[in-house]
């Protein structure tokens, strides 16, 4: 299954619902499987600075196969990971918010949130991941076949 644009919009949906039940504005980005940028949405009034940070959280996710979360620690002084912010031309986000989409242990894409707190944005992008874990085993009940890649 690749990205496609019908599935990005709709995780987008699903991600602005969550930021708005939770009172945020937020920048939200969807990559696929090579971290390109399939989608993206800023909700009203959300910060422009977050734009760049979203897409990168998204790109991270996919580009290092882990939340951005996972990065937090690590990269730390005096941790195994110091300075791994810097490498990518900066593209690098250890902050919380970024997640990778997978089918089963594939990565077909990433999701990144920024506008609000670490925890605020992880929990705006579990949001949407759950609901395409959701989209999948509805397609897989439905006798659906998808392939990965293109």
Same mark, same amino acid.
Not at 10 to 28: R, S
């Given at each position: 299954?690749?990205?496609? #644009?019908? /599935?990005?919009?709709? #995780?987008?949906?699903?991600?602005?619902?969550?930021?708005?039940?939770? @009172? #945020? *504005?937020?920048?939200?980005? /969807?990559?696929?499987?090579?971290?390109?940028?399939? %989608? $993206? &949405? +800023?909700? !009203? &009034? %959300? +910060?422009? @600075?977050? /734009? !760049?940070?979203?897409?990168?959280? *998204?790109w991270t996710s996919v580009a290092l196969q882990m939340p951005t979360s996972n990065l937090s620690e690590a990269a730390q002084p005096g941790h195994p990971s110091f300075g791994i912010n810097t490498t990518n031309h900066g593209r690098v986000v250890i902050l919380g918010g970024g997640i990778p989409l997978r089918i089963g242990d594939v990565i077909v894409g990433g999701i990144g949130v920024s506008g609000g707190t670490s925890q605020? !944005?992880?929990?705006?992008?579990?949001? %949407?991941?759950?609901? $395409?874990?959701?989209? #999948?085993? +509805? &397609?897989?009940?439905?006798? /659906?076949?998808y392939r990965i890649g293109s």
């Open positions: 299954m690749t990205m496609m #644009l019908d /599935i990005a919009k709709y #995780l987008l949906e699903v991600a602005e619902k969550k930021a708005k039940d939770m @009172g #945020l *504005a937020e920048n939200i980005a /969807i990559v696929d499987d090579g971290a390109n940028l399939v %989608a $993206f &949405h +800023r909700m !009203d &009034h %959300a +910060r422009i @600075g977050g /734009i !760049d940070i979203a897409q990168n959280k *998204a605020q !944005d992880i929990e705006v992008a579990n949001a %949407a991941v759950q609901a $395409f874990e959701q989209l #999948l085993k +509805r &397609h897989e009940s439905n006798g /659906i076949s």
